[in-house]
């Protein structure tokens, strides 16, 4: 069974730190596909960044950047100079591809950062 | 403006009634799908549709139904069977291609039963 595990439940920092959000999945699929969302306070799940099984090149998009590893079956995320907007809780997700089309998402329990000023 | 679109924001049900959450996307997104969210805890998948006039179970159906009679609209029942349906109910919407393509989220409903 696919599984996505997020230990840290609450990660706090101060403004301009850097932080990483760990993310460890588990899949026999060799085809599968990598997602993080921002959930802020508002509730809505925005998201972030979307990475095939195939593609382990890492990828930078401003102050984010995500390091994905099949050797180690990670997928993280770091935030450079963290700002209070950045505050929110990130979840990790893998996919499972049906024979039909059908995608189903495997959650992460997300991780909570906290940036204070 | 493009996007997804849930109502009400919050909802409040007295135990033993049955209430619909309305889910509307303008993306001409095939798929939808309702998730159900508690406390610490990730999202798990209630029901989903891929194409109109058909949906299918999910992780945690039981307590709840859904209908797909229009492309645009994916409804959300929680029924009287459901027996802790206080959450935020999430719903999320999909293109459908040759291509993997991605989720996205409305803005969620808050359910709390009094």
């Known amino acids: 069974a696919q599984k996505v595990t997020q230990a840290q439940t609450e990660i706090s920092v101060v403004e301009k730190e850097d932080v990483t959000l760990d993310c460890v999945y588990e899949?026999?699929?060799?085809?599968?596909?990598l997602f993080w969302y921002k959930q802020p306070p508002s509730g809505e799940l925005v998201f972030l960044i979307r990475?095939?099984?195939?593609?382990?090149q890492n990828e930078i998009s401003g102050r984010y950047s995500w390091n994905f590893q099949k050797s180690t079956s990670s997928f993280n995320f770091t935030i450079t100079a963290s700002q209070v907007v950045d505050s929110a809780v990130y979840f990790c997700a893998l996919s499972e591809e049906g024979n039909t089309g059908f995608q189903k998402l495997v959650f992460g329990t997300g991780t909570r950062l906290l940036v204070s000023p | 403006d493009g996007g997804i679109t849930q109502s009400p924001k919050y909802l409040f049900r007295k135990e033993g009634q049955n209430v619909t959450l309305s889910c509307e996307q303008n993306?001409?997104?095939?798929?939808m799908y309702w998730y159900r969210q508690d406390p610490g805890q990730g999202l798990r998948l209630i029901y989903y549709s891929q194409i109109v006039n058909d949906f299918q179970k999910g992780d945690i159906a039981e307590g709840y139904s859904v209908s797909r009679e229009k492309k645009e609209s994916f409804p959300l029942t929680v029924t009287s069977a459901q027996k802790n349906p206080t959450a935020f109910y999430l719903c999320?919407?999909?293109?459908?291609?040759?291509?993997?393509?991605?989720?996205?989220f409305g803005p969620g409903t808050r359910l709390t039963v009094l």
């Open positions: 899949t026999r699929d060799t085809t599968y596909y």
């Open positions: 993306l001409n997104h095939d798929a």
């Open positions: 990475r095939n099984s195939f593609d382990e």
């Open positions: 999320a919407s999909r293109g459908l291609g040759l291509a993997v393509d991605t989720q996205y």
